[in-house]
């Protein structure tokens, strides 16, 4: 539902957050009682008048602005500078639809049903869907692979309820590579000082798009001023049309093609001002599958959460672009021993996943620390070849994304103001 602030607002209805009230009375729309879990707010999609894109959760509007949860904080915009916002279905609606028109006899729609409530969170009604489509079609192996997941992601969060300490209330034992020490867990607020904003988000993904931007064809926003600019800038290159007319049907454009023509002129310094919309699909598969099952719900456990120095991988939210992408480009960045955790050049020897083997398979073992299990059967593990897939889809070598990460520690993380909006 695509809603546009040039139309009258006493004529639309919020139809996402099941409300009837019209957007020019004095009430406040808010989100039904029944929708209040996070998985209920409804997505929302903001493009500004100048052009820049914002992606969050509907918490509420007034006659005079729209307000978004993003990473946790509510971001209130102004209906004067909106251009339009599109209000997407919640998760239970999508699903309702999605098994409504379900046709049994294709595994293909049926997997995309399962795998669609795995990527929102909802495990259960994943698991339920997943083994009802492997009882219809057995021999199906992507479906098997999902159960696969589905029963690791439940195991793990099973396995993450940690009795608190009854003198600290938030604290909590912790293994280190020495042995164990009391530590208090931060907070979402605390973690959130080290998550991605929307511009870095947005550039994480303009890096790891695909070669092949005319086939993959991806949601993207290039304003304006950035194209003249471009004009401006390389006013000879053979790269950009010449002349009124044909640099008229440049700004037509989609944005994609226009996103092509920069790569093509390096113009790195503009890159922060291109809105990318969407996931590229290397970075769904992270964001989905690898950070909530295996970087947050296995590795940080055993080595991210101030057991290695130097090392701290954020725990909350790991759905959420604003955090995955921040693990990635710490994982990214981080080495141990002059090794790095994600390796592009070699996936398979990155430490990410060299620790999650067992000792004697693994060229690379994982270091001694309290508790360790390994996480995978070995290298013919269909998940370990998964995650070994997702990061040789990563563009190589590593890139500069273009923008200043300093890496979080725990003592840092523990010692930080808590972000201002940001449940506690």
């Known amino acids: 539902m695509i809603l546009t602030t040039s139309n009258a607002i006493g004529s639309r209805l919020l139809r996402a957050v099941g409300a009837a009230c019209l957007l020019a009375t004095a009430c406040l729309l808010a989100v039904p009682a029944h ?25 509420r509007q007034t006659p005079t602005a729209i307000v978004l949860r993003i ?20 998760v239970s609606e999508e699903y309702q639809e999605r098994r409504a028109a379900l046709d049994q006899a294709d595994p293909e729609a049926w997997y995309q049903i399962a795998y669609f409530l795995f990527d929102r969170g909802r495990l259960d009604q994943a698991a339920a869907e997943v083994n009802a489509l492997l009882q219809r079609h057995p021999n199906d192996t992507p479906a098997r692979r999902l159960k696969a997941l589905v029963e690791s992601r439940q195991l793990l969060e099973q396995q993450r309820v940690v009795e608190p300490s009854a003198t600290s209330g938030g604290a909590r034992s912790q293994g280190t590579a020495s042995g164990q020490v009391d530590g208090f867990e931060p907070q979402p607020a605390q973690e959130a000082n080290y998550w991605l904003t929307g511009q870095e988000v947005s550039l994480v993904r303009l890096w790891e798009l695909p070669d092949n931007l005319s086939e993959a064809q991806p949601s993207v926003v290039v304003p304006r001023p950035v194209v003249d600019q471009l004009f401006e800038r390389y006013p000879d290159d053979p790269a950009l049309p010449r002349g009124r007319d044909a640099r008229n049907r440049f700004r037509g454009q989609p944005g994609w093609q226009q996103l092509q023509t920069m790569f093509q002129l390096r113009a790195r310094d503009l890159y922060a001002e291109v809105q990318v919309n969407r996931d590229p699909e290397v970075l769904q598969s992270f964001r989905s599958q690898m950070n909530p099952g295996y970087v947050v719900g296995y590795f940080r456990e055993h080595f991210g959460s101030g057991q ?17 992408f921040a ?14 955790f994600i390796d592009r050049s070699a996936p398979a020897q990155s430490l990410l996943l060299q620790w999650g083997l067992p000792r004697d398979v693994a060229s690379a073992p994982a270091p001694d620390v309290a508790n360790w299990r390994p996480f995978f059967t070995g290298t013919e ?24 990460y300093t890496l979080p520690t725990l003592d840092a993380v523990l010692r930080a103001e808590p972000a201002a909006g940001v449940a506690r």
Do not use: C, W
């Open 381 to 404: 593990d269909p998940r370990f070849q998964d995650f070994v897939a997702i990061i040789d889809a990563l563009y190589e070598p590593t890139p500069d994304y273009g923008f200043d």
């Open 71 to 90: 990473a946790g904080i509510e971001t209130p915009f102004d209906l004067d500078n909106v251009d339009t916002f599109t209000v997407g279905k919640t």
């Open 35 to 59: 929708a209040q879990d996070d998985n209920e707010l409804p997505p929302v999609t903001v493009v500004n008048k100048d052009g820049r894109t914002f992606e969050g959760e509907l918490v």
């Open 327 to 340: 693990n990635l480009v710490i994982l990214s960045t981080a080495t141990h021993d002059g090794q790095p």
């Open 308 to 324: 290695m120095p130097g090392l701290y991988l954020l725990r909350y939210r790991p759905n959420a672009a604003e955090s995955a």
